[in-house]
């Protein structure tokens, strides 16, 4: 599930491994998260941005945790606050407790323990007493991240969810496009208020799927906000009644084995820079003498032993926790080594070698809720084999493939309705389009729903009504049951006129595009292409440059099956004659490469002029404030932490791909 609740947390942990896994947990169930890595990065966020919750690490760099907690509280920021430290004495228990945080969790700590927590201290906050979110059938589950409505299964992406949750939360405010983007989106994602809308129009049609109609309504003007609970007139009642499950038996169903943070996965994918890790600290201790041990090494190793002690535990590894709590134990009491203390560090570090290298123990493996929508199986990740070395072409996806059908619906005048279809099929071929025409609204429901193919779009004549149609007609009706159905087909108006109010009404209706007279066929033919195409899934050609094969493979596995047209490139001197030949629509680099670095390749597209409009997204291990300079300095237009939590990527490269796509549509 990635990332993405309506409640934006603050993460601040400088152990770049657990501050991953703690991130890629939050997102699994609808979190937002943003990171910063010392005290003062952390501090400059928390009074910056408006957060529900902060998980704040206590040995930070710059400003440790509990001082930035009193700093917070001094000066009157009271967002809730779980502490999370190695320190377990009672003396440091009262100490952060005391400085103003709400919660104490001391690692390692399991994740399915640090949500709990969450809940709990976010149904505090708010004053609820219940943990499931509530509106008359309609219920959300934030331990299990389920909806449901009469016990039907509404399954929502990560921003319809966060959506829906935060107007259960907030049943009486009304939130502006701009409140909206705060809450749901991170803030290093930069989204126009066009995604709002997107998002929320999927969320309606979703919940419109199970049988509940409009919940939310637009305040014109103002935003959305969510219709008061008893107003249940617009609950369809052709859906049959389902026996909602009790909270007791869905959350034993939640924690059965078909709903589990696959902690093997998460640890499998953390593996390598781990043991990494773990080398360059035997390497350490191994390479030390009895005596003196060197001040550098001896705060390096000091430094890594604390945090591997806070993260590895929460993978089940508690051997390896006690392990390097004991190295960092010898450690700092002594900065003289014996041979007995030099030869204990060494039996430590195998030991904790040994235990990594047996894998995650599954009795331990915490569980948790995952994400259940569509999205998330999409997001099956695999790594290459050994035998895996070959970058393949890019593969060829299928475009829309036929002919795209416009239903013209005759009005009272049939007669300019027929005028209509034979100036339209005159310059239809051009635009690969092919019409038909029905005498009235009668046959337009047969052929909308009872037809085996549906059309693609209706074009609906009203030109022959002097005025505004009533809500009791037939066209009004039918645009209505267009709006309510599993798959809506869009419509299309040909209007004598149609005022500010009238547009609004249509809008409401789901209209997609009005014409008045004098209108141009050509015209509403690139209208009825417009609208087909932006619901079609993206063809985007993206170029990925990276010298880590195993990292291609994973991008190429999440963005294929979204139908992206993809090259993978690992030889960045290969650049020019791959864009020559690919002529890319996006392109992701990774910053640092063998030979050629990603800044190098940026701006030698940036001063082509055929390919300088391109949108540039940048890969990189590095989130200083001089490298992100350079990069945006260079021409990119977007920046991506590695390592690459894989549902930010595929939201970013949609994000761009839905620009893209409305740029053409509008050009």
């Not at 009193?70 to 999370?84: A, K």
């Not at 010898?330 to 204990?344: E, F, G, M, P, T």
Request: proline share 5%; hydrophobic share 45%; glycine share 6%.
């Amino acid at each position: 599930m990635n990332g993405l609740r309506s409640m934006k947390f603050l993460l601040v942990e400088d152990d770049p491994a657990l501050a991953y896994a703690v991130e890629r947990t939050l997102a699994e169930s609808y979190y937002v998260s943003d990171l910063a890595t010392d005290g003062a990065i952390g501090y400059e966020m928390a009074t910056a941005f408006a957060y529900d919750c902060i998980l704040l690490d206590w040995a930070l760099p710059k400003l440790n945790g509990v001082a930035l907690c009193n700093q917070l509280r001094s000066e009157g920021n009271y967002t809730p606050i779980i502490l999370m430290t190695s320190r377990d004495a009672h003396a440091d228990r009262v100490a952060g407790l005391d400085a103003g945080a709400d919660d104490y969790l001391v690692k390692p700590f399991s994740f399915e323990e640090l949500l709990a927590r969450i809940r709990a201290l976010l149904r505090r906050s708010e004053g609820m007493a219940s943990p499931v979110l509530q509106w008359n059938d309609l219920r959300l589950d934030p331990s299990s991240s389920r909806v449901t409505y009469r016990g039907l299964r509404v399954a929502l992406t990560p921003k319809e969810h966060g959506l829906l949750e935060l107007f259960l939360r907030h049943p009486n405010r009304i939130f502006s496009l701009d409140n909206l983007l705060d809450k749901v989106w991170p803030f290093d994602e930069s989204p126009g208020v066009g995604a709002v809308r997107t998002h929320m129009r999927g969320l309606r049609q979703k919940l419109r799927d199970v049988g509940l109609l409009e919940i939310v309504e637009t305040v014109y003007g103002l935003g959305y906000r969510l219709k008061p609970a008893e107003a249940t007139s617009g609950v369809a009642t052709d859906i049959n009644e389902v026996k909602v499950e009790d909270t007791d038996s869905l959350k034993q169903r939640t924690l059965s084995g078909s709903s589990q943070l696959d902690m093997v996965a998460l640890w499998e994918s953390l593996k390598v820079s781990y043991t990494q890790r773990i080398r360059e600290l035997a390497n350490l201790i191994f390479n030390a003498q009895p005596g003196l041990f060197e001040a550098a090494a001896r705060e390096q190793v000091l430094r890594e032993a604390h945090t591997l002690a806070g993260s590895l535990g929460s993978f089940g590894f508690l051997a390896v926790t006690q392990h390097c709590r004991d190295v960092e134990h010898i450690l700092s009491a002594n900065a003289y080594l014996s041979v007995q203390q030099l030869d204990r560090l060494k039996s430590l570090v195998v030991s904790i070698q040994e235990a990594l290298a047996a894998g995650v123990p599954e009795a331990v493996v915490p569980k948790t809720a995952v994400f259940e929508t569509v999205v998330s199986e999409r997001l099956r990740l695999s790594l290459p084999t050994a035998s895996e070395n070959r970058i393949e072409p890019p593969l060829p996806v299928a475009s829309y493939g036929r002919s795209i059908q416009l239903l013209v619906v005759g009005g009272v005048d049939l007669l300019s309705a027929q005028t209509m279809k034979t100036a339209l099929g005159a310059i239809s071929s051009n635009h690969h389009i092919a019409i038909s025409l029905v005498e009235n609204v009668a046959q337009a429901r047969r052929a909308i729903f009872e037809a085996v193919a549906q059309p693609d779009v209706v074009l609906l004549d009203l030109s022959g009504f002097e005025t505004l149609l009533g809500e009791d007609s037939d066209e009004i009706g039918l645009m209505r049951e267009i709006a309510r159905s599993p798959h809506p087909v869009p419509v299309l108006l040909l209007a004598q006129g149609a005022s500010f109010a009238d547009r609004i009404r249509f809008s409401r209706l789901g209209v997609e595009g009005v014409f008045q007279q004098p209108w141009r066929p050509a015209e509403i033919l690139e209208t009825a292409e417009w609208v087909v195409q932006k619901q079609e899934p993206p063809i985007a050609k993206v170029l990925v440059v990276d010298d880590d094969l195993a990292l291609l493979k994973l991008i190429k596995n999440l963005l294929q099956p979204w139908g992206f047209r993809l090259a993978l490139l690992q030889d960045p001197l290969c650049f020019w004659q791959t864009i020559e030949q690919f002529s890319p629509d996006l392109v992701l680099l990774d910053v640092e490469m063998p030979q050629v670095s990603g800044l190098e390749l940026a701006q030698v597209l940036r001063s082509a002029p055929q390919w300088h409009q391109v949108p540039i997204i940048f890969m990189s291990v590095h989130t200083d404030a001089d490298t992100i300079q350079q990069v945006f300095s260079v021409g990119a237009d977007d920046y991506v932490r590695k390592p690459i939590v894989a549902p930010e990527l595929l939201a970013r490269v949609l994000g761009w791909s839905a620009r893209l796509r409305s740029r053409v549509g509008s050009g």
